[in-house]
């Protein structure tokens, strides 16, 4: 059998429920959670997941039908109608990331052509679309009286201005 890591699409909420019944199952699962900063110290900190809605089960592609039948998998993460498997070398280093003592917060993805906003910093309200990703900084034109200006901001600064699903 040639089993893959492949993500799977979860119902909301239901990320660790349906991770622990493919457990219960026979799969092996992965579901990288991260600690979220304190916003209060009276604020109770619980894991989350890492990447909302999503587990991460190795299983052998012409196997799928017990996975799909569990009431909390809404999909396989398909290119097409083709579910795609992930690369092992992305799983294992987040694994190693995880696993470590590291601080570990998300971070969205930027591509060049996204309208981004900025939320914090000096240009905070500025919106613009990303030119290029480099060296841990974005280049972002916002078009002003009719003409592009390029500024370099932090990820930090930054939010998708279109709405995501």
């Not at 299983?59 to 992930?86: E, K, T, Y």
């Not at 906003?117 to 000096?122: I, S, V, Y």
Request: net charge positive.
């Amino acid at each position: 059998m040639d089993k893959r890591w492949f993500a799977v699409r979860t119902k909301s909420n239901r990320e660790q429920i349906t991770a622990g019944a493919l457990l219960g199952q026979g799969y092996e699962t992965f579901l990288p959670t991260y600690t979220p900063r304190r916003s209060h110290a009276t604020d109770k900190i619980k894991p989350k997941p890492l990447f909302p809605g999503y587990l991460f089960c190795r299983f052998d592609l012409q196997h799928r039908l017990p996975i799909l039948q569990n009431s909390g998998v809404v999909h396989i993460v398909s290119v097409g109608r083709v579910p795609a498997p992930l690369l092992d070398e992305e799983v294992e280093s987040l694994k190693i990331v995880i696993e470590s003592d590291a601080e570990v917060d998300r971070h969205p993805s930027f591509v060049a052509g996204q309208i981004v906003k900025l939320t914090q910093g000096p240009l905070m309200g500025a919106q613009g679309t990303i030119v290029q990703n480099g060296n841990g900084l974005l280049i972002v034109s916002i078009t002003l009286l009719q003409r592009s200006v390029s500024v370099s901001v932090t990820k930090e600064w930054l939010e998708s201005a279109v709405a995501t699903n």
